[in-house]
């Protein structure tokens, strides 16, 4: 079963030692991050967020917010403009080459910067180099699909990186978006040498997610009834709520830490039974599992992590993406909240939006599709469904 780089994460062992530098959104139940309720924040920071109004931007708003930081957001002030009327807002673009580009930047100055739209290297050097002199840190939010050998378990922060023919293509598609995250990871890295703090999250979850790919998982188990579950429930998974790596971030930020991360979760490990099975017991209904190996999926053409969200085979070409290696990430402070209550907020979230949205999942089997599916299973097994 084939994934594509991009569809596997966007829509995400030698670990060294951590270098240090020297020493309002839809309401969201819950805590902003899984901070270590023992970790005093620093000093206040003046930090500058690149974009911040779509789902992992305002978790970070909310979490340095509560831990006394001072926030700039530049961004094209398109997506969500009513957000967070209190804080600091400059528009331009991300491209130095369309209207009036970065230069609303120009002269200011910042503790640190947090690039989480960054896709084309050209776009994070120019940002990268206009803010070097003028900021201490600069983060750039990244993705484990920039590495090279996909199925490789236990891919570490050392591993090599994926690479393209031709470096100066700029168009994000699924076989050059790995690559071009890579790339821009070196860009910032050559602008701000030894101040770089690159994020390597996998698959990011929570309240806020427009991709729903894993909404899906939440909704469905919820619902109950005989439940489509891929594989034979011993396939790892790995996901990262979009709080917690928020939380992970300024953490950091306020250590000035550098360097790369892997940052997904859970940090105790979590196969695809107990991650269904954890949301059965959270959304307390009675839905009964039915799992389906992977060769009858593939000959369903029912698709890994687009059709079933957040599932890899473990014996599939991309079966590295479950199994990210994080002791680093934990090592520099990574808190992951129990996932019912991932699954609860998501849930409360979801049930708000409009009632047109809620019917347009964007990930996942819809429930005609998910019957043929299981009613092929059911004939080729001889057995009698569940329901």
């Not at 393209?164 to 890295?189: F, H, I, N, R």
């Not at 939380?247 to 930020?253: D, E, K, M, P, T």
Request: glycine share 10%; with cysteine; proline share 7%.
């Amino acid at each position: 079963m084939k994934l594509s780089r991009r569809g596997v994460i966007q829509a995400a062992a030698a670990l060294g030692a951590v270098q240090v530098l020297g020493c309002a959104a839809s309401p969201k139940a819950g805590p902003p991050g899984g901070d270590d309720p023992g970790e005093a924040p620093g000093r206040p920071l003046n930090l500058l967020i690149l974009g911040g109004t779509r789902f992992l931007g305002p978790a970070l708003v909310q979490v340095a917010q509560a831990r006394g930081h001072t926030l700039t957001l530049f961004n094209r002030g398109k997506s969500n403009p009513g957000l967070f009327p209190e804080v600091e807002k400059l528009q331009g673009d991300r491209d130095p080459d369309h209207g009036e580009g970065l230069k609303a930047l120009e002269g200011r100055k910042w503790d640190a910067v947090i690039d989480t739209s960054g896709y084309v290297p050209r776009i994070v050097k120019a940002s990268a180099e206009l803010l070097a002199p003028n900021v201490g840190q600069y983060v750039f939010v990244s993705s484990i699909s920039v590495y090279k050998e996909m199925a490789k378990a236990d891919l570490n922060e050392a591993d090599a990186v994926a690479t393209m023919p031709d470096e100066t293509k700029e168009e994000v598609d699924d076989l050059s978006y790995g690559p071009l995250k890579a790339l821009c990871e070196q860009a910032a890295e050559a602008a701000l040498p030894g101040r770089t703090l690159n994020i390597r999250p996998g698959l990011i979850v929570g309240p806020d997610d427009g991709s729903d790919r894993f909404t899906y998982w939440p909704l469905r188990v919820a619902k109950g009834g005989e439940v489509l579950a891929p594989g034979d429930g011993e396939d790892p998974v790995q996901l990262i709520d979009a709080r917690d790596l928020a939380a992970f971030i300024i953490r950091n930020v306020e250590r000035r830490t550098a360097g790369i991360f892997n940052v997904t979760g859970p940090v105790q490990p979590m196969k695809m039974k107990g991650m269904l099975e954890t949301l059965r017991e959270a959304t307390g209904s009675d839905a009964r599992f039915t799992w389906v190996d992977t060769a009858f999926l593939d000959q369903q053409k029912v698709a890994a992590f687009a059709d079933m969200p957040a599932w890899v085979p473990r014996t599939g070409p991309e079966r590295g993406v479950g199994n990210v290696r994080i002791a680093k990430a934990v090592q520099a402070g990574l808190v992951t909240r129990p996932l019912a209550d991932t699954a609860r907020d998501t849930l409360a979230w979801f049930q708000g939006l409009p009632p047109d949205r809620q019917e347009k999942l964007r990930s996942g089997l819809s429930a005609e599709r998910e019957k043929e599916v299981l009613a092929a299973w059911h004939q080729a097994k001889g057995t009698a469904r569940a329901d």
